[in-house]
């Protein structure tokens, strides 16, 4: 149990450091696309208010166009490259300035031009240049920037930002594995000493129950049966049950206490398991059927298995209302699938997620039926103890076991 607590601890920690980085990469990669896309307008708006070329720079000069922007100095002019294209009405290419750039033909300006009108927008991105689209008086004036510079560099940004993410995630990560031992220290040690409270609590119960029913069966002898020895009698099975409940799981809870692993035939078991409880239910009036996949097999401790069935096909019958039915299925899917089902008509007032705790009854005033609430308990730790899950449902008029078992 505490190691899967430390490793729930580790799990939790490290799903959320990764959701953590995972949120403020993406951050960096909308703020860095806004950032680059805002640069890359402040050099279109530029080329476009100078006409199709680079307006002179003037720092001293309070109304130049973009006091704010620090991407424009004296040099930008020299190191942006850039074309432009001059639009007639119809969108037909008048003429086209490629002074400033000479890695692109005539040809190629075309089928940019094409490519930005097609996009309907007045600014975008086509291949690495960023565009804005200017209407004019006759026309349309289109200038495109090469952006390709600006975006390998945001680009190399972005892969050192989520190395460091990554590696401090990776980092974190060690650290919560090599710290969680001691996170959990505190709250293992009481454990143990709680699961050793029960374990000797139980041993020292033993001895007067003994006592109490052999001194029971000698007063019957000499006075005969009466109900105040019944009573003992009674009360002190009970009492042993609970004692023997507690005992096995603390038993099942140790993490030396392994099952003995071997291939088992599942579906003989679940059958002699139902066969066994036919005539229960059969006294009861309660109907049980049974939808059991032949040749299935699953390693697994056989008489682990044969108790978890036990536990789910008791349950079912004892809270089983009269006159109803109980049905027991086992198939394979991707796993092995065993579902115990029976009408219950107060099913709306259980709590779901608590018919696995220990001691819990759903009957408030807690009146004794044969049972302590621990049945549950022990199948979820044999399910647990056998790598599977089990799970409780509500169904079609009752309420539905559902155990799921990996065969490897």
Not at 32 to 53: K, N, V, Y
Not at 122 to 137: M, N
Not at 283 to 306: F, H, I
Not at 394 to 408: A, D, T, W
Request: contains cysteine; charged residues 25%; hydrophobic residues 45%.
């Amino acid at each position: 149990m505490i190691a899967r607590l430390q490793r729930k601890l580790v799990a939790v920690s490290a799903v959320s450091v990764l959701l953590v980085f995972a949120l403020i990469f993406l951050l960096l990669v909308y703020f860095s696309g806004r950032q680059l896309d805002r640069t890359m307008d402040t050099l279109t708006d530029a080329i476009s208010i100078g006409g199709g070329a680079f307006p002179d720079f003037e720092p001293a000069d309070p109304a130049r166009p973009f006091p704010e922007a620090d991407v424009i100095d004296e040099e930008t002019r020299f190191s942006t490259r850039f074309f432009v294209v001059w639009l007639g009405e119809t969108d037909r290419i008048l003429r086209v300035n490629v002074d400033a750039v000479s890695s692109i033909s005539e040809e190629q300006v075309e089928e940019y031009a094409l490519a930005a009108l097609e996009q309907n927008s007045d600014r975008g991105w086509v291949s690495d240049y960023r565009f804005k689209l200017v209407s004019q008086e006759n026309g349309a004036l289109l200038v495109f920037v090469n952006g390709a510079m600006n975006r390998a560099m945001s680009i190399r940004l972005l892969l050192t930002a989520f190395g460091v993410l990554l590696c401090s995630a990776l980092l974190i990560l060690a650290l919560t594995m090599l710290f969680s031992r001691r996170a959990v220290r505190p709250m293992a040690e009481s454990y143990e000493k709680q699961k050793q409270f029960i374990t000797d609590a139980s041993h020292e119960l033993k001895t007067p129950l003994t006592l109490i029913l052999s001194n029971v069966d000698i007063v019957e002898e000499e006075t005969g049966k009466n109900e105040w020895l019944e009573d003992i009698r009674s009360e002190s099975e009970r009492m042993r049950l609970l004692v023997n409940q507690m005992v096995t799981l603390c038993r099942m809870d140790e993490s030396e206490a392994s099952p003995r692993f071997s291939s088992l035939d599942l579906s003989g078991l679940v059958l002699d398991v139902v066969s066994e409880f036919e005539p229960l239910a059969q006294r009861q009036g309660k109907g049980l059927s049974c939808n059991v996949e032949p040749g299935l097999c699953c390693p697994g401790d056989e008489a682990l298995l044969r108790r978890l069935a036990a536990i789910l096909l008791d349950n079912s019958v004892k809270y089983c209302d009269a006159g109803g039915r109980i049905r027991v299925e086992l198939h394979r899917k991707r796993h092995l699938i065993l579902t115990v089902e029976n009408t219950y008509a107060g099913v709306d007032s259980l709590e779901l997620g608590r018919l696995f705790d220990r001691f819990y009854r759903a009957d408030k005033a807690r009146t004794f039926t044969g049972s302590f609430g621990l049945g549950l308990s022990i199948a979820r730790s044999i399910v647990q103890q056998h790598r599977g899950s089990i799970t409780a449902c509500k169904s079609p008029g009752g309420i539905c076991f559902r155990v799921e078992l990996r065969e490897k």
